[in-house]
């Protein structure tokens, strides 16, 4: 089972720009549909963006389009953009595998979840 980490959260004010990777090691996440999914604090957590596995179709939450963008940068790093941040976008941010993307916002079938990487966007 792979077994991803998430890195490139921080602090950033209102306006601002970040870039989320997810990698696994000695894995190749090429056989992967790769999720991007968030928990902000006292919420559930929901899905953002998913690119498949076969031919790098993306698809995104309603509620997310605009302001994050979904890439498959290698065969072991899918990214996340994000764009014109705001202080409701602060939450922990993870992504996760599967052999196809879920129905979003959802997350039925994806594993490999990482610890996560907090996003803080001050006002």
């Known amino acids: 089972q792979v077994q991803l980490v998430e890195s490139g959260g921080g602090l950033v004010q209102s306006g601002g720009s970040l870039r989320l990777s997810c990698a696994a090691s000695?894995?190749?996440?090429?056989?992967?549909?790769i999720g991007w999914f968030r928990q902000a604090p006292g919420k559930e957590r929901e899905g953002i963006s998913c690119?498949?596995?076969?031919?790098?179709?993306t698809v995104y939450a309603d509620s997310m389009r605009g302001r994050f963008t979904i890439t498959r940068d290698n065969a072991k790093k899918v990214s996340l953009q994000l764009i014109m941040l705001k202080p409701e976008d602060t939450a922990v941010y993870y992504c996760?595998?599967?052999?196809?993307?879920?129905?979003?916002?959802?997350?039925?079938?994806?594993?490999?979840w990482g610890k996560g990487t907090r996003v803080t966007v001050s006002s």
């Open positions: 996760a595998a599967a052999w196809g993307c879920p129905g979003l916002p959802g997350d039925y079938g994806m594993s490999g």
């Open positions: 000695g894995v190749s996440l090429d056989m992967y549909a």
């Open positions: 690119i498949s596995s076969s031919d790098d179709v």
